[in-house]
Nanobody, 115 residues
Framework: QIQLVESGGGLVQAGGSLRLSCAASGSILSISAMGWYRQAPGKQRDLVASITSGGSTNYADSVKGRLSISRDSAKNTVYLQMNNLKPEDTAVYYC?????????WGQGTQVTVSS
C-alpha cells in the first residue's frame, strides 16, 4: 500500500504561481512513477505531468514551459511548480503513484485561477 498526501492548492490570479506537493508513505520502494492528473468540472481526468523513478519526465502539451515536476527522494515527495497560471488550469489536481500492481491516488487539491 502507498499513501499520498497532497498540499499547496489554492486561489491565484492569472499569471501567478503555485507549488503543489505530494508526500508518499508506505511501500515507497515499489513506486516506479509519480505525477499529477487534473480534473475540471464536467471533464475527464487528464495527465498533467509525471516523473519516473529514473528521473524521466513527461508533460501534457498544454502545460509545457509553464509547469515543472520534480522530486525529493530523501523526502519521498514530488512537487509540481506551476507558473504563469491560466484560468483554464482551474481544476482539482490529483497526485498518483504507480506501484508494482496498482495505481494509488491522493485526495485531490483544488487549484483555482481567476482572470
Amino acid at each position: 500500500q502507498i499513501q499520498l498526501v497532497e498540499s499547496g492548492g489554492g486561489l491565484v490570479q492569472a499569471g501567478g504561481s503555485l507549488r503543489l506537493s505530494c508526500a508518499a508513505s508506505g511501500s515507497i520502494l515499489s513506486i516506479s512513477a509519480m505525477g499529477w492528473y487534473r480534473q475540471a468540472p464536467g471533464k475527464q481526468r487528464d495527465l498533467v505531468a509525471s516523473i519516473t523513478s529514473g528521473g524521466s519526465t513527461n508533460y501534457a502539451d498544454s502545460v509545457k514551459g509553464r509547469l515543472s515536476i520534480s522530486r525529493d527522494s530523501a523526502k519521498n515527495t514530488v512537487y509540481l511548480q506551476m507558473n504563469n497560471l491560466k484560468p483554464e488550469d482551474t481544476a482539482v489536481y490529483y497526485c498518483y503513484a504507480r506501484g508494482w500492481t496498482s495505481v494509488y491516488w491522493g485526495q485531490g487539491t483544488q487549484v483555482t485561477v481567476s482572470s
